[in-house]
């Protein structure tokens, strides 16, 4: 009688490995070669590209609905995002964006060879990094990316400096590598 009862612990167990490991993997997605979805070459991982609609693209291009807690993306020209100085009202990057992550957390608004931009939903922070900054130019092309930001969203750059923004430098060659900056026209930074 005991080991009845063993075997059946032992295979209940088995049984909850069994299903954990296939509820773990079936969130995974194929990509279009055929094997699991990893970097596209971006500064995001995990990124699948979007269709420019409301909803993130599979590698195949078709819509799906969202899978995590958070709300679903937002569908009209502009959304807001609440801030501790207040509201700020963006342009909806979700329909333009290079890409989204599969878990629907990040969101990369744009990607350069240079530097891209980054929205994470979950505290609604944005992040530049620079991924290549040639020599002597780091000023010129955070200059650029900060346009390119405001252009993105659609504000100003008092509005800007409301939002929760870190810049970053990956580039191993520069010297501003592993320093975290905020928006060069905030007061702040």
Do not use: H, W
Request: aromatic letters at 10%.
């Amino acid at each position: 009688m005991r080991k009845l009862f063993i075997i059946v612990i032992v295979a209940i167990a088995v049984i909850l490995v069994a299903a954990g490991i296939y509820l773990s993997l079936r969130g995974v997605r194929p990509n279009a070669s055929g094997g699991s979805a990893s970097s596209t070459g971006s500064l995001f991982p995990s990124l699948t590209p979007n269709s420019g609609g409301s909803a993130p693209a599979t590698p195949s291009g078709t819509s799906v609905a969202v899978s995590t807690s958070t709300a679903a993306f937002p569908t009209g020209s502009t959304f807001q995002i609440g801030t501790a100085q207040g509201v700020v009202t963006v342009k909806n990057f979700y329909k333009t964006a290079a890409y989204i992550t599969q878990d629907n957390e990040t969101v990369a608004i744009v990607q350069q060879n240079d530097y891209a931009i980054g929205y994470y939903r979950p505290d609604s922070s944005f992040t530049i990094v620079f991924n290549s900054v040639p020599s002597g130019s780091f000023a010129s092309l955070r200059a650029t990316a900060e346009q390119a930001f405001l252009a993105a969203l659609g504000i100003s750059q008092a509005d800007a400096c409301k939002l929760t923004v870190s810049e970053s430098v990956v580039d191993k060659t520069s010297p501003y590598i592993g320093q975290a900056f905020g928006l060069s026209f905030c007061y702040n930074y």
